[in-house]
């Protein structure tokens, strides 16, 4: 079971996160402040942060660094209204940046390549990564995809909730 980390202050993109990727069979905890995430990382380890740029208590970026400046290479993926104001992301480690809203099967399918490029490595101190290592190796086709849980496994709700209305 892969360890997920996400961050995010719009708590329905947090729930909605969570329950998506626990389906997938996924251990997810959430943050919901740039601080927060910190914590939550240094106790939780987490293989993969799905991480908000904008987050109070620093932003997404306060944690990246952060995060880099203790040797965690954890890849994070930024979802963002904006993916322009992160810079270069080729000058950043393990990262990638998806537009929000994100079409759940392009956020599965950006998740597990980061999982899949990382499957097996221990954690690195920053001097031990390759200084090419900017991105993972592509996504595997969509036929690859770890399939949805049988419906019987979980009774349906007969009255969902409406999907989350992510910011523009």
Not at 46 to 71: C, F, K, S
Not at 103 to 111: G, I, T
């Amino acid at each position: 079971m892969s360890r997920i980390l996400v961050v995010d202050d719009i708590p329905a993109i947090t729930d909605f996160s969570k329950e998506f990727f626990e389906d997938f069979g996924h251990e997810v905890r959430t943050a919901d402040t740039a601080t927060g995430a910190i914590e939550v990382q240094r106790q939780f380890k987490a293989e993969v942060i799905l991480q908000d740029l904008n987050v109070p208590g620093g932003g997404g970026l306060h944690v990246y660094e952060t995060l880099r400046g203790e040797g965690d290479m954890v890849p994070i993926i930024f979802s963002t209204g904006k993916p322009e104001t992160l810079g270069d992301l080729n000058a950043m480690k393990n990262v990638s940046a998806l537009r929000k809203p994100t079409n759940p099967d392009v956020l599965l399918a950006e998740v597990q390549k980061w999982l899949a490029a990382t499957a097996g490595q221990a954690p690195a101190a920053p001097a031990q990564q390759p200084a090419a290592q900017t991105a993972p190796p592509p996504p595997p086709p969509p036929a690859q995809a770890a399939p949805r849980p049988e419906q019987d496994e979980r009774p349906m709700n007969p009255n969902p909730p409406p999907p989350p209305k992510f910011p523009r």
